[in-house]
C-alpha cells in the first residue's frame, strides 16, 4: 500500500464559496468562514431559513447578471473568487493593521470612499485606493470586458447575493404559509439582488453604503398585504427573562431573521473568524441596544421579552460592525443612533427591520466624508495614491455594507 506523501486540503467550489461569502455579507464581512456560521445559525434555529438564505443568494446573483448584462462561467468567476480567497487567507492572519472592515488608515482619512483596486487576473494598468464592504461596485471603464470582470470580482465577495439572501429571509420568517413565504421570497431576492448595484452607485456619490437598503425596499413592496401576519421581526419569547447577555446573542440572531442565543452564538463565532474586533464591538453595540430599548420601553413583560429574543439589539450590533473599522467612539455612536431610530419606529407603529443601522451608518459615513473635504467647493480634490499590488494586501474586507 503506497504511503500518503501529504493530506489534500479541502478546495470548496467556487460556486459555493461565492454563496458562502454572500451569506457572509449579511454581517458585513465577504468571508467564507463567517457564511458557514451565518449558514449553521439558520439551520440550527430553522433549516427553512438556512435553505431561504442559500435561494435568495443564488436568485439575487442571477439577477445581477441578467440586470447588469454580464455573462460568464465559473472559470471566469475564478479571477474574481482569487481576490476574495486572499480576502480570507487574510482575514485568518491579519492581527493589526487595518480595520474589521479592511480599511486601512488612509482609507479612513479619505472617508471610506476610496475605489477598490481591480480583480486579481486584471492587467495592472488602473489601480485605485482600497474601499469597505457594501459600498458601490467598483467602477469599470465602460468597456464590456471590464465591467463584466468588475460586476463577477462582486459576485464573487457575495456583494450580489447579501441582498436576496435578507429578502428571502424576512420573506420566510414573516410570512407564516411556507409555499407562499418561498414563492415571495425567490421573487423579492431577484428585486433585492437588481436594487443594489442603483442603490449602492447612487449612495456611493455621497460616501454611503447600500447596507440593507436593497432587501428593506423588497420587502416592503409585500409587506403591507401581510402585515396583520407579521407583526415583528421574528417571533418572541413570551415570559422570558430580559438578560442581557443572552439578549445580546439573540440580537446577532435577529440580525439574520433568526431566533435563539444558540443559533446567534454561531453567527458571532463566524463573525470572530473574520474580524475579532468586529465581533466585540457588535457585541458592545447590541448590550447598547438592548439596554436602551429596554429602558425606554419598561419593564412590561412583552419588552423584556423582546429583549430577551434580541429584538432591540440587532440594529445596534449591525452599525457597531459596519462602523468598526473607524474607531470604537464612532461605532459605538453609529449603534447609539440605530437604537435610537429603532426606537422611533416602534414609536410610529413601523416595522424596523434593518432600516435603522443602514441610516445611521449611512450618515455617520457621509459626515465623516464631509468634515475631510476640501473647504472650497472649486478646489480640486487630491489624487489618490495607487493601491499596492493584489499580491501584498492585507485588507480582509474589500468593500462595504447590510
Known amino acids: 500500500m503506497p504511503a500518503r506523501s501529504h493530506l489534500v486540503p479541502l478546495a470548496l467550489p467556487i ?49 445581477a447578471l441578467l440586470t447588469g448584462g ?56 488602473k489601480t485605485a485606493a482600497a474601499r469597505p464592504t457594501h459600498a458601490a461596485p467598483r467602477a469599470a471603464d465602460g468597456s464590456g470586458g471590464d465591467a463584466r ?41 431577484m428585486l433585492a439582488g437588481a436594487l443594489y448595484r442603483p442603490i449602492a452607485h447612487g449612495l456611493a456619490r455621497r460616501g454611503g453604503g447600500a447596507y440593507s437598503l436593497p432587501a428593506v425596499i423588497a420587502t416592503a413592496c409585500w409587506l403591507p398585504w401581510f402585515i396583520p401576519l407579521a407583526v415583528s421581526h421574528a417571533g418572541a419569547w413570551p415570559g422570558a427573562p430580559a438578560v442581557l447577555s443572552g439578549a445580546a446573542l439573540a440580537a446577532f440572531a435577529q440580525a439574520a431573521f433568526a431566533s435563539g442565543t444558540l443559533p446567534g452564538l454561531f453567527l458571532l463565532a463566524g463573525l470572530a473568524l473574520a474580524s475579532p474586533r468586529a465581533a466585540g464591538l457588535g457585541l458592545l453595540g447590541a448590550l447598547l441596544g438592548s439596554a436602551l430599548l429596554l429602558a425606554a420601553g419598561g419593564a412590561d413583560t412583552r419588552s423584556a421579552s423582546a429583549c430577551a429574543a434580541g429584538l432591540l439589539g440587532y440594529n445596534g450590533a449591525l452599525a457597531a460592525i459596519a462602523l468598526a473599522a473607524r474607531g470604537p467612539r464612532i461605532a459605538l455612536a453609529g449603534a447609539l443612533g440605530a437604537s435610537l431610530l429603532h426606537l422611533l419606529a416602534l414609536r410610529l407603529g413601523l416595522p424596523p427591520f434593518s432600516a435603522p443601522f443602514a441610516i445611521a451608518a449611512n450618515l455617520l459615513r457621509i459626515a465623516s466624508r464631509e468634515s475631510v473635504a476640501p473647504s472650497s467647493p472649486a478646489a480640486p480634490a487630491a489624487p489618490r495614491a495607487p493601491a499596492p499590488p493584489l499580491t501584498t494586501a492585507t485588507h480582509h474586507e474589500l468593500r462595504p455594507p447590510r
Open 70 to 125: 454580464t455573462k460568464g462561467s465559473s472559470s471566469v468567476l475564478g479571477g474574481g473568487a482569487r481576490q476574495a480567497r486572499m480576502a480570507d487567507a487574510n482575514a485568518s492572519t491579519r492581527s493589526t493593521g487595518t480595520g474589521p472592515l479592511g480599511i486601512d488608515a488612509a482609507t479612513n482619512a479619505a472617508g471610506g470612499n476610496a475605489r477598490q483596486s481591480g480583480p486579481a487576473n486584471a492587467v495592472p494598468t
Open 149 to 189: 470582470q468588475t460586476d463577477l470580482a462582486d459576485m464573487a465577495l457575495g456583494l450580489h447575493g447579501y441582498s436576496g439572501a435578507l429578502a428571502a429571509l424576512a420573506a420566510v420568517a414573516l410570512i407564516p404559509d411556507r409555499s407562499q413565504a418561498f414563492a415571495i421570497a425567490l421573487i423579492a431576492a
Open 15 to 63: 460556486e459555493l464559496r461565492t454563496l458562502l461569502r454572500g451569506l457572509g455579507q449579511v454581517l458585513l464581512q465577504p468571508h467564507a468562514g463567517t457564511g458557514a456560521g451565518v449558514l449553521a445559525g439558520l439551520l440550527l434555529a430553522d433549516p427553512a431559513l438556512g435553505c431561504a438564505a442559500l435561494a435568495g443568494t443564488a436568485a439575487a446573483n442571477i439577477a
